[in-house]
């Protein structure tokens, strides 16, 4: 999944063997120029729009992690609003 989101930037980062540079999750949301070129992208360009898009992708990722815990205290409060109701009519 790593590789299709890098592959799918703009088209002057295609020249990268993205599927060459082994990366976890975890290791593309913490990229930083200095592992860009160590991954051989040496074009400050290059670096600024892949660097770019993993901010976005960061803040998509933290987006859904508030999500999910507004979720998980929604559905906690609707298991507390069901056991006292329960707890009424019996």
Same mark, same amino acid.
């Given at each position: 999944?790593?590789?299709?989101?890098?592959?799918?930037?703009?088209?002057?980062?295609? =020249?990268?063997?993205?599927?060459?540079?082994?990366?976890?999750?975890?290791?593309?949301? =913490?990229?930083?120029?200095?592992?860009?070129?160590?991954?051989?992208?040496?074009?400050?360009?290059?670096?600024?729009?892949?660097?770019?898009?993993?901010?976005?992708?960061? &803040?998509?990722?933290?987006?859904?992690? =508030?999500?999910?815990? &507004?979720?998980?205290?929604? &559905?906690?409060?609707?298991?507390?609003?069901?056991?006292?109701?329960?707890?009424?009519?019996?």
């Amino acid at each position: 999944k790593n590789l299709l989101w890098v592959s799918g930037l703009d088209a002057p980062t295609d =020249q990268y063997q993205v599927s060459e540079w082994h990366l976890s999750g975890l290791d593309l949301l =913490q990229l930083t120029s200095h592992d860009l070129e160590v991954l051989g992208v040496q074009k400050i360009g290059h670096q600024e729009l892949i660097l770019e898009a993993v901010e976005k992708l960061c &803040s998509l990722v933290r987006e859904n992690a =508030q999500l999910c815990v &507004s979720l998980q205290c929604m &559905s906690a409060a609707a298991g507390c609003v069901a056991k006292a109701f329960f707890l009424c009519v019996v």
